[in-house]
T-cell receptor, first 113, second 113 residues
Framework: SQQGEEDPQALSIQEGENATMNCSYK?????LQWYRQNSGRGLVHLIL?????REKHSGRLRVTLDTSKKSSSLLITASRAADTASYFC?????????????FGKGTKLSVIP | DGGITQSPKYLFRKEGQNVTLSCEQN?????MYWYRQDPGQGLRLIYY???????QKGDIAEGYSVSREKKESFPLTVTSAQKNPTAFYLC????????????FGPGTRLTVT
């Protein structure tokens, strides 16, 4: 499978600062999703952006998608200590009707109070 | 409360033993998934099922087996043929085959010594 790659692998910021994570992928997609994982827990869906969308907002989250560069970014504004977690991008392909997700390796975000 | 449950949270086994991980959902979702996560890595798909009594291999199915006898249950057996079974195992589901957002359980951490 064609895994996405997040960048950076780890990010440490002060509370109140903005956090930006990037994701690159290799093949054409139907949509791209971002998930959050607290340490030792399951993943939680944050936001989905379709291939025909360029930007999407949800609360303090802003996601952009550039299909020409095969890349996406997740911006968390005014970060809080509770945002400390790993963030994964997942790309969705619709080939063969399987609608599978392919996950990247994640960005580990630490927000320092 | 609707959701996905995985039990147990921690599981310890001796090498050479088969072990079955439980995954139950009461969301009435059609599709269910099993992923494996290693430290600092993304999720890799082991098996998935789109309807009862049917399932397909994912990217790393060797050494694993599943069953889907009931819509709400999708147990994963880690067999002795799996060469490196120690990992964090995540179960997920989604409402329909053509949906994209996945809902995750809390995970089971399996340690084989």
């Amino acid at each position: 499978s064609q895994q996405g790659e997040e960048d950076p692998q780890a990010l440490s910021i002060q509370e109140g600062e903005n956090a930006t994570m990037n994701c690159s992928y290799k093949t054409s997609i139907n949509n791209l999703q971002w998930y959050r994982q607290n340490s030792g827990r399951g993943l939680v869906h944050l936001i989905l952006i379709r291939s025909n969308e360029r930007e999407k907002h949800s609360g303090r989250l802003r996601v952009t998608l550039d299909t020409s560069k095969k890349s996406s970014s997740l911006l968390i504004t005014a970060s809080r200590a509770a945002d400390t977690a790993s963030y994964f991008c997942a790309t969705a392909y619709s080939g063969a009707g399987s609608y599978q997700l392919t996950f990247g390796k994640g960005t580990k975000l630490s927000v320092i109070p | 409360d609707g959701g996905i449950t995985q039990s147990p949270k921690y599981l310890f086994r001796k090498e050479g033993q088969n072990v079955t991980l439980s995954c139950e959902q009461n969301l009435n979702h059609d599709a269910m998934y099993w992923y494996r996560q290693d430290p600092g890595q993304g999720l890799r798909l082991i098996y998935y099922s789109q309807i009862v009594n049917d399932f397909q291999k994912g990217d790393i199915a060797e050494g694993y087996s599943v069953s889907r006898e009931k819509k709400e249950s999708f147990p994963l057996t880690v067999t002795s043929a799996q060469k490196n079974p120690t990992a964090f195992y995540l179960c997920a589901s989604k409402v329909a085959v053509a949906a994209y957002e996945q809902y995750f359980g809390p995970g089971t951490r399996l340690t084989v010594t």
